[in-house]
T-cell receptor, first 118, second 111 residues
Framework: DAMVIQNPRYQVTQFGKPVTLSCSQT?????MYWYQQKSSQAPKLLFH???????NEADTPDNFQSRRPNTSFCFLDIRSPGLGDAAMYLC?????????????????FGAGSRLTVL | KNQVEQSPQSLIILEGKNCTLQ??????????LRWYKQDTGRGPVSLTI?????NTKSNGRYTATLDADTKQSSLHITASQLSDSASYIC??????????FGAGTRLTVKP
């Protein structure tokens, strides 16, 4: 089945130790997103790629970086995790980001990667 | 202030009962509204998508309504099952491609 796969599902890291989360998709979608979701809160968009075009949200800390080496893969790098970065990180894809294109911008989410910072 | 407000924050019902979740939004210009179901520890899964011209859309025991004039949507769950226990998230997208998430309603279905 076509899907969005995130690895690892659970990641424990130490304060300040870099961590990389990965996301792969078999949907051949053009857009890939990274969201941060803390307990009982709405997912917060960090950034997204439209093909190779990187779009950073204005309030995303510099500590968060992303790479998309090809259509299928996208990585979230947290350079120096702090205690406040402990959260669920959700990867999502959509065929397009155009809101007027019917359901083409419906998000397909991965299962998430839960990050714990000690 | 979040432009997508959901109520209640949490809800507990008995198995077999019906319930209705609310989503009020001020986001504009409105393009579409979607309801997602998020099981604990999992990513959200789309339940329904509604555009400006649609008032009602069903997906099995889930029925979503949309009143674009009052900017309100509801998600009605019929004959609830234990597997309906999850968070339900309302997402409103504008024609500027801006997606706004509600904080979700946490539903617990008890036997």
């Amino acid at each position: 089945d076509a899907m969005v796969i995130q690895n690892p599902r659970y990641q424990v890291t130490q304060f300040g130790k870099p961590v990389t989360l990965s996301c792969s998709q078999t949907l051949n979608h053009n857009v890939m997103y990274w969201y941060q979701q803390k307990s009982s809160q709405a997912p917060k968009l960090l950034f997204h790629y439209y093909d190779k075009d990187f779009n950073n949200e204005a309030d995303t800390p510099d500590n968060f970086q992303s790479r998309r080496p090809n259509t299928s893969f996208c990585f979230l790098d947290i350079r120096s995790p702090g205690l406040g970065d402990a959260a669920m990180y959700l990867c999502a894809t959509s065929r397009t980001r155009l809101a007027g294109a019917g359901g083409a911008n419906v998000l397909t989410f991965g299962a998430g990667s839960r990050l714990t910072v000690l | 202030k979040n432009q997508v407000e959901q109520s209640p924050q949490s809800l507990i019902i008995l198995e077999g009962k019906n319930c209705t979740l609310q989503c009020n939004y001020t986001v504009s210009p409105f393009s579409n509204l979607r309801w997602y179901k998020q099981d604990t520890g999992r990513g959200p899964v789309s339940l329904t998508i509604m555009t400006f011209s649609e008032n009602t859309k069903s997906n099995g025991r889930y029925t979503a309504t949309l009143d674009a004039d009052t900017k309100q949507s509801s998600l009605h769950i019929t004959a609830s099952q234990l597997s309906d226990s999850a968070s339900y998230i309302c997402v409103v997208t504008t024609y500027n491609n801006d997606m706004r998430f509600g904080a979700g309603t946490r539903l617990t279905v008890k036997p």
